[in-house]
């Protein structure tokens, strides 16, 4: 006798991106489960499942925007009602990974957080993990149990193709700098445009501050992309953008997966040389970050085949033909 087990996919969301998982459940074709969260009057958090859940595959949305702590640890608090409700199993899903760039020891007596976050999803339960456009690969191996790292490089070419299909031969991919070249490669290879690098470098001591020096390959005359994994304070592509037109450029574009969009970064861009900055919405935009020049695309496809997959227990990679395990 051959016993054949009942399924079920139970998806839920944190509160720090419902808009994201609505469009993740819409695509699926299922219904948003009920986390029931609240908070005591001290802030503490507390979660309760409106249904039961045991022997279920529970996919916990929750982007970690901020307050970065807060929504993580509300997180980890739905992971770990799941796992005492007798999930079969727990998928974190973080379209944008907290602590991301503390991924190593830049100087003496610092820690690396990200492994800290990631140990902390494994402990709460966590039984895989799914995240889109990770600050650096790295990142996958401070996880014990399986990652699926997603790329939205399908939705930004896209975008691109829709855009500049006409004018591919004037397009110079740019790498904001030597950690995205990469990246950048890729894209240049799809797209069949050129590509070039803008040196930077970040004053000794400090946060949140970079100085482009200058800029390896062609760029005079040409329409410029900048490809990053996130914009955050915008010191990065708006010090890349104004080096760039230095050099001749004929427009800029800044793309990122990630708009974190952290004063200044709004006030940075508007003034900046920069003529169009794409974004995703792995992270909400909230209505006073919105600017004529900013446009935000969707990955909850991207997410939802992901989710689809990890399902019904086939690769997540050749959704994106191997090109997201870089």
């Not at 992309?225 to 450029?249: K, R, S, Y």
Request: proline fraction near 4%.
């Amino acid at each position: 006798m051959e016993f054949i087990p009942r399924r079920r996919l139970v998806l839920v969301s944190g509160r720090s991106h419902p808009a994201l998982a609505e469009q993740i459940a819409g695509h699926l074709g299922v219904e948003l489960s009920e986390a029931h969260l609240r908070e005591f009057a001290n802030g503490e958090v507390h979660c309760r499942y409106d249904t039961s859940i045991r022997g279920c595959d529970v996919f916990i949305i929750q982007t970690h925007c901020g307050p970065v702590n807060d929504t993580i640890m509300e997180q980890l608090i739905m992971i770990e009602a799941a796992k005492r409700a007798s999930a079969k199993r727990i998928t974190a899903v973080c379209p944008y990974y907290g602590y991301a760039r503390q991924d190593r020891k830049a100087t003496g007596r610092e820690p690396i957080t990200a492994k800290l976050v990631a140990d902390m999803l494994s402990v709460a339960g966590a039984d895989r993990v799914v995240s889109v456009d990770l600050h650096s690969g790295q990142i996958q191996g401070f996880f014990d149990v399986p990652f699926d790292h997603l790329t939205a490089t399908p939705v930004l070419e896209s975008y691109l193709r829709a855009n500049v299909a006409d004018c591919v031969s004037d397009i110079v991919v740019v790498a904001p700098d030597a950690g995205r070249v990469k990246v950048a490669e890729r894209y240049s290879q799809r797209l069949g445009c050129s590509i070039a690098m803008v040196h930077k470098t970040r004053p000794r001591g400090t946060a949140n501050q970079v100085e482009a020096r200058h800029v390896v390959g062609e760029v005079e005359g040409r329409h410029c992309i900048i490809i990053d994994d996130m914009i955050d304070t915008a010191g990065t592509v708006c010090a890349a953008a104004e080096l760039l037109v230095e050099n001749g450029a004929a427009d800029v574009w800044a793309m990122a997966t990630h708009g974190v969009l952290s004063d200044p970064a709004v006030d940075r861009l508007k003034s900046s040389v920069i003529s169009r900055v794409v974004v995703t919405d792995t992270l909400p935009v909230p209505d006073d970050r919105v600017f004529d020049k900013l446009e935000v695309l969707s990955v909850s496809a991207v997410i939802a085949d992901a989710i689809d997959a990890v399902f019904e227990d086939t690769s997540v990679s050749e959704i994106f033909g191997g090109d997201n395990l870089a």
